[in-house]
């Protein structure tokens, strides 16, 4: 009988698919001896619902459960343990980290997936430790500690993710506690590869970010993204019949991730810039902040006969588009990106440079690693107010597309998604770690059996 592995993600569309990835990685080379079962909280969403019809189809040896809202996880793992045999691991997005209580009261080993880079987990398990040495009153004590963080480029403030920053708020409280509890459990799992993040990597292996504690153990396994699916099964509101009339490298795509909103004003100047620029576009839309009950039209939205002037240049579609596809087509030469780390990858695996353009969660600090650490993106610059200007915009995009900077950028993605190639191929950095997680669960199974649990 096959060893089961129960992985738990959190249901968020950048959370779920990185979690059924790896799901797949660790099916993909391990299918004779281990069978994975992903337990979902509640139903997948339209924009993951097709994806996971189509995991099912593919990958047998993937099977998911859902948990009704009343299921609860201690009862639910007792009564699999029952029927079947323990689970051999059981892998958990960070989100979830209650379920830690449940899985140490039945002794299975536990492990949290980052689908985030590694430098975000490094400041992530330094937080505490930021928290120690850090007072409210002394910034120049807390500045001094932010540029100083082991393995991060210097940090300032406005790098730091929301919820780290106000020592008051109750989401500042939990980061620290939950950060405080992933130092005790078995494993970290992220979704990166050695190579891309050499220094966060080395700083997380080595427990400098724990000072004098015992660290858990750390597996890059990246970079774990959606495959292309290469035929005509998208869904995609003529993006890709477009993108197959541009020239090779000549559109700048501009998509936000999950949940990127601009102000009214914002959009405007973003389509003043695009203009300006005289670059091709595809462009994914959202109704903007503040318009929650009421969807706006392109007329509403764009500024006057924006739509008829860049007619042969620009592409703009609403809400959602299919990322990975476009980021795979030929004719797309740049990607305006919010920075959340499934975008990062994705764009770094189809060699597509990068404008980073954060907006939420931890994608300043992204910023600071894909522009000073990694040259794969070039940055955009707010205004006083917050506003990247139509002008910025329009500079920014000539650079990328056109200019000595954007070259540079492009040359390092290509060589970076070189790296992830390898990294993922047989002997390269992603395998021999997955290889080695796979042998601690073995390793931790016998002596299981041997003591007598
Ligand atoms: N995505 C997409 N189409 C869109 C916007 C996003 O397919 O119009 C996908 C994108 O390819 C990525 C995910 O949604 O896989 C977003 O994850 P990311 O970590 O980049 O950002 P988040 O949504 O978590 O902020």
Redesign the pocket.
């Known amino acids: 009988m096959k060893d089961t592995i129960i992985l738990y993600p959190a249901m968020?569309?950048?959370?779920l698919?990185p979690m059924v990835e790896l799901g797949k990685f660790i099916s993909t080379h391990h299918h004779n001896t281990l069978s994975i079962k992903i337990f979902l909280l509640s139903s997948p969403n339209i924009?993951t619902k097709n994806y996971i019809t189509a995991v099912i189809a593919t990958t047998p040896s993937i099977k998911f459960h859902h948990l009704s809202p009343s299921q609860n996880l201690l009862t639910t793992l007792q009564s699999f343990i029952s029927q079947s045999s323990k689970p051999k691991a059981f892998i958990l997005d960070f989100f979830n980290h209650s379920a830690i209580a449940v899985t140490a009261t039945l002794n299975i080993p536990t492990f949290c997936y980052f689908?985030n880079a590694a430098s975000t987990v490094a400041l992530f398990l330094y937080t505490p430790t930021i928290h120690h040495n850090t007072t409210n009153e002394n910034t120049s004590i807390y500045n001094d500690v932010l540029r100083n963080i082991p393995g991060l480029p210097p940090l300032s403030p406005e790098d730091m993710p929301e919820p780290m920053v106000d020592r008051r708020s109750q989401s500042y409280k939990s980061f620290v506690n939950m950060s405080i509890q992933m130092r005790k459990i078995d494993g970290l799992i992220v979704n990166s590869f050695e190579k891309l993040e050499t220094k966060a990597f080395m700083a997380l292996k080595n427990g400098v970010c724990l000072m004098e504690e015992k660290s858990p153990r750390v597996f890059c396994i990246g970079p774990l993204?959606?495959k292309s699916k290469g035929d005509n099964s998208v869904v995609d509101d003529g993006c890709l019949s477009w993108l197959n009339l541009q020239p090779s490298q000549s559109v700048v795509f501009l998509?936000?991730?999950?949940?990127?909103r601009f102000s009214k004003s914002q959009i405007k100047e973003i389509a003043l810039g695009l203009e300006k620029s005289e670059k091709r576009f595809l462009w994914?839309v959202r109704n903007p902040i503040g318009y929650e009950r009421k969807e706006l039209s392109f007329e509403e939205l764009l500024p006057k006969g924006f739509l008829e002037k860049t007619r042969e240049k620009g592409k703009v579609v609403r809400?959602?588009?299919?990322?990975?596809e476009i980021?795979n087509h030929d004719s797309v030469g740049a990607f305006v990106?919010?920075?959340?780390?499934?975008?990062?990858l994705?764009a770094i695996t189809c060699g597509v440079p990068m404008v980073a353009w954060p907006l939420?969660?931890e994608?300043m600090l992204n910023r600071v690693v894909m522009v000073e650490e990694m040259n794969v993106a070039l940055t955009l610059k707010e205004n006083e107010d917050g506003v990247v200007k139509a002008s910025e915009l329009e500079e920014i995009v000539r650079e990328i597309m056109d200019l000595e900077r954007g070259k540079k950028v492009r040359e390092s993605v290509l060589s970076f998604r070189n790296d992830a190639f390898v990294a993922l191929g047989d002997g390269g950095s992603s395998r021999i770690h997955l290889n080695e997680l796979i042998e601690l669960w073995r390793q931790w199974y016998y002596f299981f059996c041997f003591i007598g649990f």
């Not at 968020?12 to 959370?15: D, L, P, T, W, Y």
């Open positions: 968020g569309r950048g959370h698919v924009t689908p993204v959606e998509s936000f991730g999950s949940y990127g994914v809400e959602w588009a299919p990322q990975v980021l990106t919010h920075c959340g780390w499934n975008s990062v994705e939420y969660a994608q």
